[in-house]
């Protein structure tokens, strides 16, 4: 076992096997961690005793429920009052990035076990991968309008290939989805309830992998399964698809009033919620995405991430949910009239010497 503060690598048999280890932190991503994962995660992609990889979190609440923004908030806000060079709020972002990009690209089974709570950076570190595999207690959500940024970690990929317009509603929205919704977005690949979960590692180590990788994984997790109900967002697919089609927020405020269901009354309040930028951003960056592939998707999310970093809202929303904890932001512009197209435009310029960039 290789152990590094907050995240540890073993191999077992032809499995390796990550463990995010911050429990008290719902195992939140922060640098060090990507930072130690990246490297492995490439030298277990050469090593031909390595046949599959298997993610987890430590704890019984969370896999993993987001990145460490509240690191990236101080550093920011240091950097905003003439302290420090900000190199967090670059860094963080690149790095993560490009280990999304890694487990996008890998090349072995690469086995997600979203048993808890899995939000932001924790789904950048498992949808990218071949097997997603939800429980009883998983919680997905991409909440990021809520504070001032935008669903990144590969949002522009893997939410406008979602049923309809199901990926602009989770995105827009940040709702909070369980095990049925995550499977019927296609996010989920399997689900087996939680206390099933350390059986199927030890089936992995234990399984005779003569044959095609991928199929000896379905066939492990297959005889775990369990069932994970019916799909809430089934019920609201149509209305979801009328409303969330248009090209402006605004567009799709009206048609939720003109909807006038409970759905649609609730959805409006949340909306109202939401950073005005953020949204109008969000609902940019994805239709964008859908005809992005990956790399220039994550080459747009860094120039986002960075306009963020310089921006208000950001440093806002992390106050009042996490450092303040009044739930009460002050978003600047405060309302959808007033965030110009100028404003969105500038979230999507080129850095130049400063964009993101893969070896």
Request: net charge negative.
């Amino acid at each position: 076992m290789t152990e590094v503060q907050d995240i540890r690598f073993e191999v077992t048999g032809p499995i390796g096997v990550v463990t995010l280890d911050r429990p008290k932190a719902l195992n939140a991503l922060n640098l060090p961690m990507i930072r130690a994962f990246d490297p492995v995660l490439a030298q277990w992609e050469r090593d031909p005793a390595v046949r599959a990889v298997v993610v987890q979190g430590a704890g019984d609440r969370a896999f993993c429920a987001g990145g460490d923004v509240r690191a990236v908030w101080d550093d920011g806000k240091a950097m905003k009052a003439g302290q420090g060079g900000g190199a967090l709020t670059r860094d963080f972002f690149r790095e993560e990035y490009r280990l999304n990009r890694r487990i996008h690209r890998f090349a072995k089974p690469y086995v997600a076990l979203l048993d808890g709570i899995t939000m932001g950076g924790g789904v950048g570190l498992s949808v990218h991968g071949s097997h997603r595999v939800t429980t009883e207690r998983t919680l997905f959500a991409m909440p990021e309008t809520g504070i001032g940024l935008f669903p990144d970690v590969g949002g522009s990929w893997f939410l406008p290939r979602c049923p309809g317009r199901t990926g602009t509603y989770v995105a827009l929205t940040g709702t909070r989805l369980h095990a049925a919704d995550i499977r019927y977005l296609g996010v989920g690949t399997h689900h087996v309830p939680s206390e099933r979960l350390a059986a199927v590692v030890d089936d992995l180590a234990a399984a005779d992998w003569s044959g095609d990788a991928g199929g000896i994984v379905d066939a492990v997790l297959g005889r775990h399964a369990g069932d994970a109900g019916e799909p809430t967002l089934a019920a609201q697919r149509a209305a979801i698809d009328r409303c969330f089609g248009f090209d402006t927020v605004e567009e799709i405020l009206s048609a939720l009033e003109r909807e006038g269901t409970d759905w649609a009354n609730a959805t409006l309040t949340v909306l109202s919620q939401m950073s005005p930028t953020s949204l109008k951003v969000t609902l940019r960056q994805i239709r964008t995405g859908a005809g992005l592939d990956f790399d220039d998707a994550m080459r747009m999310e860094y120039r986002l991430s960075q306009a963020c970093m310089r921006g208000h809202d950001f440093y806002e929303g992390i106050r009042a949910l996490l450092v303040d904890k009044d739930r009460s932001p002050k978003w600047r512009p405060a309302s959808l009239r007033d965030v110009g197209e100028a404003d969105v435009e500038e979230h999507f310029a080129p850095l130049g010497s400063n964009e993101l960039t893969f070896v």
